[in-house]
C-alpha cells in the first residue's frame, strides 16, 4: 500500500469511528429540540424543522426532572467531598506513615477488589433499613464514602513526596495534622483534582445501588428518574431525548474542561501496584 | 510514642466505611444465603430460618437461572473481545504517525465512556426502533429487512453486545495507546528493514509488547462485563422472552421485586465464584503461554 493510501484509510476510519462515536449523542441533542411526535417519522428526520424548548419546559414543569437535577447534584457532591477526605487520610497512611501490618492490611483492601460490589447490596440494604437511611440521600452517599480504588490512587501518587519534607517539620515541631495539611495536602493536589473528577462523575452515572436504596421519587437521582421515565413515556422520544440531554450534559461538560486529569487518572489506575 | 496511634486515625475513617458498609455486607451476604430470608422475614425476623445449602441447590435446578447465567457468558464471550478488539484497533489507527488531529478523535472516541448508561440506552432503544429507528432505516438501503433489533430473542443481545462495544471501548483504547506509545520505534524499524509485513509486526512486536496490558485489560474487562444489569434493565427490562435477563437482573429481580434475598443472595455469590473462577484461570493459561512462548 502506498503511503498516501495508508494515510487516506487511517484518517478514514477515524473519522468513521468518531461519527459512530458522536452520532447518538449529536441525534439526541437534535431530537430534544424537536415538536413532540416529530421524530416518529421516515425518513428520520436529523434537524428539528421548527426547534423547541417545549420538551425541556415539560420535563421540568411536569416531570420532575429540576428535583432529579437537584438530587444528582447533591448526592454526587456529597460523595465525591467525603470521599476524597477518606480516601486522602487513608491512601497517605498507607504511602508514608508506619503501623504494624501495614502492607499487609494494604494487599487486603486490594484483594477485596475481586468481590463485586453487588454481593454487598442485599445485606447492605437491609442494614440501611435498620438504621433508617433507605430513601434518603444518606442512603446513596454512604457505602460511596470511602473506595479502595481511591485510596490505592492516593497510595501511588504520595509515595513520591520525598520523607526529607515531612521530617524536616516534625523535627521543628509540627503536629501529624498540621504536617497532612499544610505540607502534605498542597503536594498532592493533581491526584486530588483527578479523584474528584472520577469519583463525581462514578456518583453521577451509578444506577443499581440508587435504584435499590431509592424507593420514593422525591429521592431519585437523575439515572433513576430517566429510567423510570423511560418506561412511563417509552413512547415520546422527543421528550425522553431532552432527559437524556439534561442527565448526561453536565458529566460531558465536566469531562470535557478536565479532561487531562481524568485520562491521568484512568492510566495510574491502571497500572499495577 | 503516639505514631502508630496517629495512622490509625489516619486510616479510621476509610476503614470504618470500608469495614462497615462492604465488608460485613459480604459476609452477612454469605450468611443470608444459608437462610430462607423471604418477605415474611423481613417483616418478623422469627420467620428466619436456617436451609444450609438449599438455596444453591434450588437455584442450580432452576431453568431460569442456567438462562441468565447463558445470557452472561454469552454477553461476556461475544462482547469481551469485540469490545477489546475495537478498543486495540482504534488505539493503533490513534498511535499512527500518518493520523491527524489526534486530540479530537481520541476526545471523541472517548466521549462514550463517560456518558450515562442508562441516558444511552434511552437513545439505542430509539436508534434501534424497528419502525422509525435509523439503524433500520440505513441498513434499508442496502436492502435489509427491517430487524426488531430489542423485540426479537435473537436479536436482543447482540444488540445490548453492540450498544456495550460502542459505550466502553474508548476506556481500554486510552489504556492500550499508552501501551503502544510505550512500544519503543526502533523495534519496528528493524522489523521493516528486515522486510516484516505490516501483520508480521503487529503478530511478533505490538502484541508480544502489550501482552501484560492486554492480560490485565482483559481481566478488569470479563469481569466488567460479568456484572451486566443496567443495559437489559433499561432497553429491554430482561425481555423479550427473558433473552436478555441477566445473572445480575435475576438477583435484582429475586431480591428486590420478590423479596427472596436468602436467594438472592445465593445468586450473588454464585456469581462471585464463577466470576473467580475464570478470572483464576485467565491468569493460569496466561502463565502457560508465556512458558509456552520462553
Given at each position: 500500500?502506498?503511503?498516501?493510501?495508508?494515510?487516506?484509510?487511517?484518517?478514514?476510519?477515524?473519522?468513521?469511528?468518531?461519527?459512530?462515536?458522536?452520532?447518538?449523542?449529536?441525534?439526541?441533542?437534535?431530537?430534544?429540540?424537536?415538536?413532540?411526535?416529530?421524530?416518529?417519522?421516515?425518513?428520520?428526520?436529523?434537524?428539528?424543522?421548527?426547534?423547541?424548548?417545549?420538551?425541556?419546559?415539560?420535563?421540568?414543569?411536569?416531570?420532575?426532572?429540576?428535583?432529579?437535577?437537584?438530587?444528582?447534584?447533591?448526592?454526587?457532591?456529597?460523595?465525591?467531598?467525603?470521599?476524597?477526605?477518606?480516601?486522602?487520610?487513608a491512601?497517605?497512611a498507607f504511602?508514608?506513615l508506619h503501623f504494624a501490618g501495614r502492607e499487609r492490611l494494604f494487599q487486603g483492601l486490594i484483594g477485596a477488589?475481586?468481590?463485586?460490589?453487588?454481593?454487598?447490596?442485599?445485606?447492605?440494604?437491609?442494614?440501611?433499613?435498620?438504621?433508617?437511611?433507605?430513601?434518603?440521600?444518606?442512603?446513596?452517599?454512604?457505602?460511596?464514602?470511602?473506595?479502595v480504588?481511591?485510596i490505592?490512587?492516593?497510595r501511588?501518587?504520595?509515595?513520591?513526596?520525598?520523607?526529607?519534607?515531612?521530617?524536616?517539620?516534625?523535627?521543628?515541631?509540627?503536629?501529624?495534622?498540621?504536617?497532612?495539611?499544610?505540607?502534605?495536602?498542597?503536594?498532592?493536589?493533581?491526584?486530588?483534582?483527578?479523584?474528584?473528577?472520577?469519583?463525581?462523575?462514578?456518583?453521577?452515572?451509578?444506577?443499581?445501588?440508587?435504584?435499590?436504596?431509592?424507593?420514593?421519587?422525591?429521592?431519585?437521582?437523575?439515572?433513576?428518574?430517566?429510567?423510570?421515565?423511560?418506561?412511563?413515556?417509552?413512547?415520546?422520544?422527543?421528550?425522553?431525548?431532552?432527559?437524556?440531554?439534561?442527565?448526561?450534559?453536565?458529566?460531558?461538560?465536566?469531562?470535557?474542561?478536565?479532561?487531562?486529569?481524568?485520562?491521568?487518572?484512568?492510566?495510574?489506575?491502571?497500572?499495577?501496584? | 510514642?503516639?505514631?502508630?496511634?496517629?495512622a490509625w486515625?489516619f486510616l479510621a475513617?476509610a476503614l470504618?466505611?470500608l469495614g462497615?458498609?462492604?465488608l460485613?455486607?459480604?459476609?452477612?451476604?454469605?450468611?443470608?444465603?444459608?437462610?430462607?430470608?423471604?418477605?415474611?422475614?423481613?417483616?418478623?425476623?422469627?420467620?428466619?430460618?436456617?436451609?444450609?445449602?438449599?438455596?444453591?441447590?434450588?437455584?442450580?435446578?432452576?431453568?431460569?437461572?442456567?438462562?441468565?447465567?447463558?445470557?452472561?457468558?454469552?454477553?461476556?464471550?461475544?462482547?469481551?473481545?469485540?469490545?477489546?478488539?475495537?478498543?486495540?484497533?482504534?488505539?493503533?489507527?490513534?498511535?499512527?504517525?500518518?493520523?491527524?488531529?489526534?486530540?479530537?478523535?481520541?476526545?471523541?472516541?472517548?466521549?462514550?465512556?463517560?456518558?450515562?448508561?442508562?441516558?444511552?440506552?434511552?437513545?439505542?432503544?430509539?436508534?434501534?426502533?424497528?419502525?422509525?429507528?435509523?439503524?433500520?432505516?440505513?441498513?434499508?438501503?442496502?436492502?435489509?429487512?427491517?430487524?426488531?433489533?430489542?423485540?426479537?430473542?435473537?436479536?436482543?443481545?447482540?444488540?445490548?453486545?453492540?450498544?456495550?462495544?460502542?459505550?466502553?471501548?474508548?476506556?481500554?483504547?486510552?489504556?492500550?495507546?499508552?501501551?503502544?506509545?510505550?512500544?519503543?520505534?526502533?523495534?519496528?524499524?528493524?522489523?521493516?528493514?528486515?522486510?516484516?509485513?505490516?501483520?508480521?509486526?503487529?503478530?511478533?512486536?505490538?502484541?508480544?509488547?502489550?501482552?501484560?496490558?492486554?492480560?490485565?485489560?482483559?481481566?478488569?474487562?470479563?469481569?466488567?462485563?460479568?456484572?451486566?444489569?443496567?443495559?437489559?434493565?433499561?432497553?429491554?427490562?430482561?425481555?423479550?422472552?427473558?433473552?436478555?435477563?441477566?445473572?445480575?437482573?435475576?438477583?435484582?429481580?429475586?431480591?428486590?421485586?420478590?423479596?427472596?434475598?436468602?436467594?438472592?443472595?445465593?445468586?450473588?455469590?454464585?456469581?462471585?465464584?464463577?466470576?473467580?473462577?475464570?478470572?483464576?484461570?485467565?491468569?493460569?493459561?496466561?502463565?502457560?503461554?508465556?512458558?509456552?512462548?520462553?
Amino acid at each position: 500500500m502506498s503511503p498516501r493510501m495508508a494515510k487516506a484509510l487511517i484518517n478514514g476510519l477515524l473519522i468513521g469511528g468518531a461519527v459512530i462515536a458522536l452520532f447518538p449523542l449529536l441525534w439526541m441533542l437534535s431530537v430534544s429540540f424537536m415538536q413532540p411526535g416529530e421524530a416518529s417519522s421516515l425518513p428520520p428526520p436529523l434537524l428539528p424543522a421548527h426547534a423547541t424548548l417545549g420538551n425541556y419546559r415539560e420535563l421540568f414543569v411536569h416531570a420532575g426532572m429540576g428535583t432529579y437535577l437537584l438530587n444528582s447534584l447533591l448526592v454526587s457532591t456529597g460523595i465525591t467531598v467525603l470521599s476524597l477526605t477518606f480516601n486522602l487520610m487513608a491512601g497517605y497512611a498507607f504511602a508514608k506513615l508506619h503501623f504494624a501490618g501495614r502492607e499487609r492490611l494494604f494487599q487486603g483492601l486490594i484483594g477485596a477488589l475481586v468481590i463485586p460490589a453487588q454481593v454487598a447490596m442485599l445485606p447492605l440494604f437491609l442494614l440501611l433499613k435498620y438504621i433508617g437511611l433507605v430513601d434518603s440521600y444518606a442512603g446513596v452517599i454512604v457505602p460511596g464514602m470511602a473506595t479502595v480504588f481511591g485510596i490505592f490512587l492516593v497510595r501511588q501518587y504520595a509515595r513520591g513526596i520525598p520523607d526529607e519534607l515531612m521530617e524536616a517539620a516534625r523535627i521543628d515541631g509540627a503536629g501529624e495534622w498540621r504536617i497532612f495539611l499544610q505540607i502534605v495536602m498542597p503536594l498532592l493536589k493533581p491526584i486530588m483534582v483527578t479523584l474528584a473528577i472520577f469519583s463525581f462523575l462514578a456518583a453521577w452515572n451509578d444506577f443499581m445501588w440508587p435504584l435499590i436504596v431509592l424507593t420514593g421519587q422525591e429521592h431519585y437521582t437523575l439515572p433513576i428518574g430517566l429510567a423510570s421515565l423511560a418506561r412511563e413515556h417509552s413512547q415520546d422520544s422527543e421528550l425522553m431525548m431532552a432527559g437524556s440531554v439534561v442527565t448526561v450534559l453536565p458529566v460531558l461538560v465536566l469531562f470535557l474542561a478536565m479532561q487531562r486529569y481524568y485520562l491521568e487518572g484512568l492510566l495510574l489506575g491502571s497500572v499495577k501496584g | 510514642m503516639n505514631r502508630q496511634r496517629v495512622a490509625w486515625l489516619f486510616l479510621a475513617p476509610a476503614l470504618i466505611v470500608l469495614g462497615l458498609f462492604f465488608l460485613l455486607p459480604v459476609i452477612v451476604a454469605l450468611a443470608l444465603s444459608l437462610t430462607d430470608y423471604d418477605i415474611y422475614a423481613l417483616a418478623n425476623i422469627h420467620n428466619l430460618r436456617f436451609v444450609a445449602l438449599s438455596n444453591y441447590w434450588l437455584l442450580l435446578q432452576r431453568p431460569l437461572f442456567w438462562s441468565a447465567l447463558g445470557h452472561t457468558v454469552y454477553f461476556v464471550a461475544i462482547g469481551v473481545p469485540l469490545s477489546m478488539g475495537t478498543s486495540l484497533g482504534a488505539a493503533m489507527l490513534l498511535n499512527s504517525p500518518l493520523a491527524k488531529m489526534k486530540p479530537f478523535f481520541r476526545t471523541a472516541l472517548f466521549a462514550p465512556v463517560v456518558t450515562t448508561v442508562v441516558a444511552m440506552a434511552v437513545i439505542w432503544r430509539y436508534l434501534f426502533n424497528t419502525k422509525y429507528g435509523m439503524a433500520n432505516y440505513v441498513l434499508g438501503h442496502f436492502g435489509v429487512h427491517p430487524v426488531d433489533w430489542l423485540g426479537d430473542p435473537h436479536w436482543a443481545m447482540p444488540t445490548i453486545i453492540l450498544f456495550a462495544v460502542w459505550k466502553n471501548f474508548g476506556y481500554n483504547m486510552i489504556i492500550f495507546l499508552a501501551g503502544l506509545q510505550a512500544i519503543p520505534i526502533d523495534l519496528y524499524e528493524a522489523a521493516r528493514i528486515d522486510g516484516a509485513s505490516a501483520w508480521q509486526q503487529f503478530r511478533h512486536i505490538t502484541l508480544p509488547m502489550l501482552g501484560p496490558t492486554l492480560l490485565m485489560v482483559s481481566i478488569l474487562t470479563v469481569s466488567g462485563y460479568f456484572q451486566l444489569f443496567a443495559e437489559p434493565y433499561v432497553m429491554t427490562e430482561g425481555g423479550p422472552l427473558q433473552s436478555t435477563t441477566s445473572v445480575l437482573y435475576l438477583m435484582y429481580e429475586e431480591g428486590f421485586k420478590w423479596w427472596n434475598l436468602g436467594s438472592a443472595s445465593a445468586v450473588a455469590f454464585l456469581l462471585f465464584v464463577i466470576m473467580f473462577a475464570v478470572t483464576a484461570l485467565m491468569l493460569r493459561l496466561s502463565k502457560r503461554g508465556e512458558g509456552a512462548d520462553a
